[in-house]
DNA sequence: CCAAGGATTGGC
DNA sequence: CCAATCCTTGGA
């Protein structure tokens, strides 16, 4: 099934591409905030307006996938940028990333909320729930490229919310890294997950 | 091969 | 607070 697109062809050069990518998770991570993630799968097209991101790291971030090196899950993270990254969590909840940065090199960007534009029929809140109202699992969306496929960031006008950044969550078993404030919330957005960021830095 | 644990969620 | 649920990883 064709993507619909309208005569300018404005839509399409809206979506970002793999240069986006190609930098350090952190930049990605926060200027990924209040642009739109979409999901066209056939005539269904999900989108919701990026909140809250992470950013993580290579070999050295001890929070990271690619902790270990490139592994059987973790090899996405040292390929090219632009592309995704799918895995499940806790047998439960599938998470969507970015792989960011120089092929080579392990980064990615974890989209952890977003508020609900298009489409959606779950709470957009949550790593696993992000995925489950945009239908991305796993299964057929790990390793699909995210410059001119179904699955996309649109760019949208720079968020009126100040960007906080606070630590990651969920990886107290990091030590050290832990710390590093490489999570990223629009402030005050009723969509950011739990726990809400204290102690956050404005940017 | 096996044991341990996780970038979460929802229910009690 | 805690169990669900299964994939990934490291080590024997």
């Known amino acids: 099934m064709r993507i619909p697109r ?3 062809g404005e839509k399409r050069s809206t979506q970002l591409g793999r240069a986006f990518y190609a930098r350090d998770p952190q930049t990605v991570g926060k ?3 209040g642009k739109v993630l979409v999901h066209v799968d056939g005539t269904c097209r999900r ?3 990026v909140v809250e991101t992470e950013a993580y790291g290579g070999t050295e971030d001890l929070a990271s996938h690619a902790r270990f090196g490139p592994t059987r899950r973790a090899a996405i993270m040292f390929g090219p940028p632009g592309v995704s990254y799918v895995y499940l969590i806790y047998g439960i909840s599938h998470c969507f990333n970015a792989v960011t940065g120089e092929e080579g090199l392990a980064s990615a960007v974890l989209f952890r909320a977003g508020e ?3 489409g959606c029929l779950h709470a957009t809140t949550g790593p696993g729930n992000l995925c489950r109202a945009l239908g991305i699992r ?7 490229d995210l410059s001119g496929g179904r699955i996309f960031i649109e760019e949208a006008p720079p968020p009126q919310e100040r960007i906080l950044s606070s630590p990651r969550v969920n990886v107290a078993f990091a030590g050290s890294w832990a710390e590093k404030p490489w999570r990223y919330t ?5 969509f950011v997950s ?3 960021p204290s102690g956050g830095r404005p940017l």
Do not use: D
């Not at 796993?138 to 699909?144: A, I, Q, S």
């Not at 629009?186 to 009723?190: A, K």
């Open 138 to 144: 796993r299964g057929t969306h790990n390793g699909v």
């Open 194 to 196: 739990r726990p809400w």
């Open 186 to 190: 629009l402030s005050g957005n009723r």
């Open 47 to 49: 989108a919701v307006r």
């Open 6 to 8: 309208c005569a300018t």
């Open 116 to 118: 609900p534009l298009e």
């Open 31 to 33: 200027e990924l905030l």
